[in-house]
């Protein structure tokens, strides 16, 4: 998992690369998100253990944007999580598990520039990420990349998946209030196809700072899923699968 992270962050060039706590605030993933706090497992001391590092990152570009509201904020980390949930009983699925996250803030610009420019920062740097690991020996060719739109935002997913050579999908899943997300899909070594990542746009920072311009796009990757589903052995291309 070491050098899995390691290509992630070094990918992530354009991103400021932090470590988060093991513990959030309470109320961080089902106050600062619409996930149900059932999913969270909570501690004392008002505090939850982390079960999504994108809320955190989310918090911590709002700390910085009412520093100085001027800039935009790009954040990278590498956590494991803990849920609480049932998980299908598959290869690869576990209750606590390694993620790779992205977090980026800023006020919106004309024509919807900086959703525009944060969402194909987040796509472009998974897809780097995804090479780097398979000249590292995974087995992560031919990444697809899929735009999910509502319909009130059918014209700004149209632009962002001609930037991306993307598929545009309906967006029907309702934790991405921004109305827009997108996956990487990825063909796995034992057949099928799986989203090792995804992200999308939220209006998580307009309601922390009660700015409408406000956004956040936030971004995962299934990093221990890469180590357990995409494993390629070769004479070439030894695999350090422990850290």
């Known amino acids: 998992m070491l050098a899995i992270d390691a290509q992630l962050l070094a990918a992530a060039e354009r991103f400021e690369a932090v470590e988060l706590s093991p513990v ?3 109320g961080a993933c089902s106050v600062v998100g619409p996930s149900h706090q059932n999913r969270v497992l909570s501690a004392l001391r008002s505090t939850e253990v982390v079960s999504d590092p994108t809320n955190v990152l989310a918090l911590e570009c709002s700390l910085r944007m009412r520093a100085s509201s001027a800039i935009d904020v790009h954040l990278a980390t590498s956590h494991r999580v803990l849920r609480t949930q049932p998980f299908p009983k ?40 995804l090479s780097r690991l398979e000249q590292l020996g ?8 899929e ?3 509502s319909a009130e935002k059918r014209q700004l ?11 545009v999908q309906p967006l029907e899943h309702p934790y991405y209030c921004g109305g827009l997300r997108y996956r990487i899909w990825v063909p796995a070594p034992d057949g099928g196809e799986l989203p090792l990542a995804d992200g ?5 920072l307009g309601q922390l700072s009660s700015n409408r311009r406000a956004v956040f796009i936030g971004s995962g ?3 221990q899923l890469i180590a357990l589903r995409f494993a390629r052995q070769s004479p070439n291309h030894p695999l350090p699968l422990t850290g």
Do not use: N
């Open 147 to 149: 735009v999910l739109v």
């Open 138 to 145: 995974y087995s992560l060719h031919r990444p697809r990349v």
């Open 157 to 167: 997913g149209a632009r962002i998946a001609d930037i991306l050579c993307a598929d």
């Open 24 to 26: 959030a605030p309470l």
């Open 200 to 204: 999308g746009v939220f209006d998580w």
């Open 90 to 129: 598959q290869p690869g699925y576990a209750q606590h598990f390694r993620l790779f996250a992205l977090g980026s803030g800023g006020l919106e610009r004309k024509d919807h520039a900086f959703t525009v420019e944060a969402v194909a920062l987040h796509v472009r740097t998974m897809l780097a990420g």
């Open 221 to 223: 990757l299934g990093s």
